[in-house]
Nanobody, 122 residues
Framework: VQLQASGGGLVQAGGSLRLSCLAS????????MGWFRQAPGKKREFVTV????????YYIDSVKGRFTISRDHAKNTVYLQMNSLKPEDTAVYYC????????????????WGQGTLVTVSS
């Protein structure tokens, strides 16, 4: 699976962005898809994951109610809609694919995209 993330940019606090992750290669629906982020000077952290069929999702507490993960099987794309953005959301965002169900740890993911930078100004 090859993953290509896009959609990052500069936005003011309170604004919105939608990230996209286009998958190619193996059967897209067979993979749980996650988003991670790495803020400057910090370790990469898990943000959210969606199951292979799109029926289940999981979010870290700090983004619940603000971020929404979804997937479009026809387009082989997973999205991360980010609303009410805060300066602490500033990070490089990575999408990843996992053959296992819905992992929340990096080591369980098999494929990674290149990352897209999100900068939230105060």
């Amino acid at each position: 699976v090859q993953l290509q993330a896009s959609g990052g940019g500069l936005v003011q606090a309170g604004g919105s962005l939608r990230l996209s992750c286009l998958a190619s290669g193996r059967t897209f629906s067979g993979y749980g898809m996650g988003w991670f982020r790495q803020a400057p000077g910090k370790k990469r952290e898990f943000v959210t994951v969606i199951s292979g069929n799109g029926g289940r999702t999981y979010y870290i507490d700090s983004v619940k109610g603000r971020f929404t993960i979804s997937r479009d099987h026809a387009k082989n794309t997973v999205y991360l809609q980010m609303n009410s953005l805060k300066p602490e959301d500033t990070a490089v965002y990575y999408c990843a694919a996992a053959a296992s169900s819905m992992p929340t740890v990096e080591a369980r993911y098999d494929y990674w995209g290149q990352g897209t930078l999100v900068t939230v100004s105060s």
